[in-house]
Structures are given as structure tokens and as C-alpha cells.
């Protein structure tokens, strides 16, 4: 009992430092809170100016024990719509993307960045970034993935606080909160340029061997 307490310490004192002083606890107390009830708790947020063009608020959606998490950099048109993310025509890319390396999507937590939709999709701005980072940072401390996986440059230069191109990102792995994390084409990307799926695929089987390894 004592290690979980010590555990259950540890955690709140994350959540602090990530810069949220608030949490929901679950009727039972002695779980941590699982991700469908912290949705619900933050889907009215007011943290930044997203929320004004926001249609449904874009938490995630996933295994809770997943080994890998999938982030990109915010929703989409159809992703506000739906509340669910990654379900157009990027949505679907990503689908067959991790069909080819023998992962199913419902064994992984998708999610992204920033969690409402920027107007006409332009990039995340960094206060917008800061505002909803604590939000990803909780998700990840509960579902303690082994990799993570980020989807563009948008979402590799707001974790990995690093001005890199997308090759030079794409050249090693990386570190964010302790876990290995690597960095590919955003879907979107790869529809416009199908070119470039053939580099993806170097660095999903890299992913592939790593996450085959545990």
C-alpha cells in the first residue's frame, strides 16, 4: 500500500509540473483516473483561443496500455466534427501505415499536440502549444507507453524543443519524458507528396523492429 501511495505522490507531483493543478478523481479512489473521464472533464476548455472555433474538443482515443502512441500536430475539419482523431483521408493513411507493420489501431493511443482545431489548419501557435501540452503530458504519465511516434515536424519541433528539419528529426531517436520516440512524415504530408512514402516506410520499420522487440 505504501508503494502505491508513494506512487499516487509521484504522480500529482507530475501533474503539478506539467502545470495542472487540478485532477478528477474516479469513484474509486484508488485508481488513477483513465483517459474517457478526463475527456469529459476537460472537453469545455477555455485554456487558449482554439476553443473558439472549436466544435468538439479532440482528446484522443486509444488503448490505454498501448506500448506506442501516435501524436500529430492538431485536428483537422474532420477530426473537430467527429471528436475523434485522425479520421479523414490522413486518418485513413495512418490506418493502413501501421496495418503495414503489423500494428492494429486499436492497440495504439492516437492523439495530438494541441487538441482543438486551429483555424484553417494553420500550425499550432506556442502559446496555443503551452496552453495544451499539460493535457498530453497526463496522457502519456497514465498510459506510460514505451515509444512514441510524431507525425511532422509541427509535432516534433513543440515536443523536442529543437529547430531541425524533418530529415535531420528523422535521423535519430529522441527522448520526451524519458520515453523513445520517433519521428516521421505527417499523413497529410504524404498524400500531398507520395513520393515520400517510400522514406516513411524506413522509419516505420525501424519503429517496427523496436516495438516487436518488448
Same mark, same amino acid.
Given at each position: 500500500?505504501?508503494? %502505491?501511495?508513494?506512487?499516487?505522490r509521484?504522480?500529482?507531483?507530475?501533474?503539478?509540473?506539467?502545470?495542472? *493543478?487540478?485532477?478528477?478523481?474516479?469513484? $474509486?479512489?484508488? %485508481?488513477?483516473?483513465?483517459?474517457?473521464?478526463?475527456?469529459?472533464?476537460?472537453?469545455?476548455?477555455?485554456?487558449?483561443?482554439?476553443? =473558439?472555433?472549436?466544435?468538439?474538443f479532440?482528446?484522443?482515443?486509444?488503448?490505454?496500455?498501448?506500448?506506442l502512441v501516435?501524436?500529430? =500536430?492538431?485536428p483537422g475539419h474532420?477530426? *473537430?466534427?467527429t471528436?475523434?482523431?485522425?479520421?479523414?483521408?490522413?486518418g485513413?493513411?495512418? #490506418?493502413?501505415?501501421?496495418?503495414?507493420i503489423?500494428?492494429?489501431?486499436e492497440?495504439?493511443?492516437? #492523439?495530438n499536440?494541441?487538441?482543438?482545431?486551429?483555424p484553417?489548419?494553420? *500550425?499550432?501557435f506556442?502559446?496555443?502549444?503551452?496552453a495544451?501540452?499539460?493535457?498530453?503530458?497526463?496522457?502519456?504519465?497514465?498510459?506510460?507507453?514505451?515509444?512514441?511516434?510524431?507525425?511532422?515536424?509541427?509535432?516534433?519541433?513543440?515536443?523536442?524543443?529543437?529547430?531541425?528539419t524533418?530529415?535531420?528529426?528523422? %535521423?535519430? #531517436?529522441?527522448q520526451y519524458?524519458?520515453?523513445? #520516440?520517433?519521428?516521421?512524415?505527417?499523413?497529410?504530408?504524404?498524400?500531398?507528396?507520395?513520393g515520400?512514402?517510400?522514406?516513411?516506410?524506413? $522509419?516505420?520499420?525501424?519503429?517496427?523492429?523496436d516495438?516487436?522487440s518488448?
Open positions: 500500500m505504501n508503494r %502505491e501511495l508513494d506512487c499516487f509521484q504522480y500529482l507531483e507530475y501533474l503539478k509540473l506539467s502545470g495542472i *493543478n487540478e485532477v478528477f478523481i474516479s469513484k $474509486d479512489s484508488s %485508481e488513477l483516473p483513465v483517459l474517457s473521464e478526463l475527456q469529459s472533464r476537460y472537453q469545455n476548455c477555455r485554456n487558449c483561443v482554439l476553443n =473558439e472555433n472549436r466544435i468538439k479532440v482528446y484522443g482515443e486509444g488503448s490505454e496500455r498501448a506500448k501516435l501524436i500529430g =500536430e492538431g474532420d477530426e *473537430n466534427v471528436g475523434r482523431p485522425f479520421v479523414g483521408r490522413a485513413q493513411l495512418l #490506418t493502413k501505415m501501421l496495418q503495414a503489423q500494428i492494429r489501431r492497440d495504439v493511443y492516437i #492523439t499536440v494541441v487538441k482543438c482545431r486551429p484553417n489548419n494553420r *500550425n499550432p506556442p502559446d496555443e502549444i503551452k495544451c501540452l499539460p493535457y498530453l503530458d497526463e496522457q502519456l504519465a497514465i498510459i506510460k507507453p514505451d515509444f512514441l511516434l510524431l507525425l511532422g515536424k509541427v509535432a516534433a519541433s513543440a515536443l523536442l524543443n529543437m529547430k531541425l524533418l530529415a535531420e528529426f528523422r %535521423e535519430n #531517436t529522441h519524458k524519458g520515453i523513445k #520516440t520517433y519521428v516521421t512524415y505527417h499523413p497529410s504530408a504524404l498524400l500531398r507528396n507520395p515520400w512514402k517510400k522514406f516513411a516506410w524506413i $522509419d516505420l520499420q525501424k519503429l517496427r523492429d516495438y516487436n518488448i
